[in-house]
């Protein structure tokens, strides 16, 4: 009778160690396996957004090797939080990503760990660290991919495909040839534009530095824009004239057009005629302007500053009474020149000059010397004294 008492009374004890308790049934209690985490691991919390069917006891891996385990999951705020265990000696930086993988497409779930493929790795990952939403992600779940897969079937994109690709065989029945130049044309095209590349990237770079201009300077373009209304006015008030204007500039275009047009011939020949005297001009150079200089000392050259030398001058003078020369000189050419010859003729026969000869004393010496018992006063000798000639010979030297 005491093996049965004994019996009770344990199962008594049990009860009340259980009633002191809380006891969640199965579920609280932990479950055996899961891969060895060492004698020294440390536990990190990692943020999802969604953890699908992850559950305690879960691996934690790194390059496929099980480093550690799920140790807890619990709703935080909006996302998940899950607890990891991990071993001292895997090797993950602080900055490390989380995912949460599949063994196989029905396989079971795990968390991989890794370290960050879009920025260096930064320090070691510690006790207590946390891996945030923005370091996690998640696999793609068959259901879903089953899920797209159904919608695309069934009455999805498929058959708007069917009916775009008969559209557009319709579209190119009988044009084939047409289409083909078609593409040729946009081929050279976008090929052009690829060798322009570099001036088009110009020409934008152009355009913005003037619109950042012209954006520097938009107060400046204000007033003007403001401070022209005036000016604008004006113009409308004298639209009526400014058009009669435009008109008559019109009609004053096309008289020129017309008498340009008819005069055309008569131009290119006046031009032509001038083209001679213009060669001769071109021909003639530098030595044109030198001959214009006597125009300042008519009748004397130009070196007649040269002449005048203190308080006397030297004068030598060759004058010509011929009257066939005179009338040459100064009628030739002209309608006098002819009608004049006669009379000329006549009128020489007449005047018939002196044989007057003047020795050629030394500028500036008076001549007082005797020939032939004469006396030659200022110079001047008797006719037939010296050659004969034609004309009348002059030095004079005056002091």
């Keep these: 009778m005491k093996r049965p008492l004994k019996g009770l009374g344990m199962v008594a004890a049990g009860v009340l160690a259980l009633s002191g308790c809380s006891f969640n049934g199965v579920a609280g209690l932990p479950l055996p396996g899961g891969p060895d985490t060492g004698s020294n691991p440390y536990e990190v919390k990692i943020e999802f957004t969604n953890v699908l069917d992850l559950v305690p006891q879960s691996t934690c891996k790194v390059n496929d090797v099980s480093v550690g385990k799920v140790t807890d999951i619990k709703l935080q705020g909006w996302h998940a939080e899950v607890t990891c265990t991990i071993r001292r000696d895997a090797n993950l930086p602080a900055n490390a990503i989380a995912t949460i993988s599949q063994t196989s497409l029905l396989g079971e779930k795990f968390v991989a760990l890794s370290a960050p493929t879009q920025e260096a790795p930064v320090g070691t990952l510690a006790q207590g660290a946390v891996i945030p939403l923005s370091r996690t992600t998640r696999t793609t779940e068959v259901e879903e991919v089953l899920s797209a897969l159904s919608m695309l079937l069934n009455g999805g994109g498929i058959e708007q495909i069917a009916t775009i690709t008969h559209e557009l065989n319709a579209a190119m029945q009988g044009r084939g040839d047409t289409i083909k130049d078609l593409l040729n044309r946009v081929n050279t095209f976008v090929g052009t534009l690829d060798k322009q590349k570099s001036e088009i990237n110009r020409a934008i770079d152009s355009i913005d530095r003037l619109t950042g201009k012209l954006a520097a300077e938009k107060q400046t373009i204000a007033d003007t824009i403001d401070r022209s209304g005036p000016a604008i006015k004006i113009l409308s008030d004298n639209r009526a004239d400014l058009t009669r204007m435009l008109v008559s500039l019109g009609k004053l275009g096309q008289v020129s057009t017309n008498v340009i047009s008819q005069s055309k011939t008569d131009l290119l020949a006046n031009l032509k005629a001038l083209e001679p005297l213009l060669n001769n001009i071109n021909k003639a150079g530098a030595l044109l302007p030198q001959n214009l200089e006597m125009l300042f000392t008519y ?26 020369n005179l009338m040459h000189n100064l009628l030739g050419g002209t309608v006098l020149d002819k009608s004049l010859a006669k009379q000329a003729a006549a009128l020489r026969g007449q005047l018939k000059p002196p044989q007057i000869v003047i020795p050629q004393a030394p500028p500036g010496v008076l001549n007082t010397a005797v020939t032939t018992g004469t006396q030659l006063i200022g110079g001047l000798s008797p006719a037939g004294a010296g050659d004969p000639g034609n004309g009348l010979t002059t030095l004079m030297g005056a002091q």
Excluded at 300 to 324: C, I, W
Aim: proline fraction near 12%; charged fraction near 20%; avoid cysteine.
């Design 299 to 324: 009748p004397f050259p130009p070196t007649y500053a040269n002449a005048q030398k203190g308080d006397f001058a030297n004068v030598h003078f060759t004058l010509d009474l011929d009257l066939k």
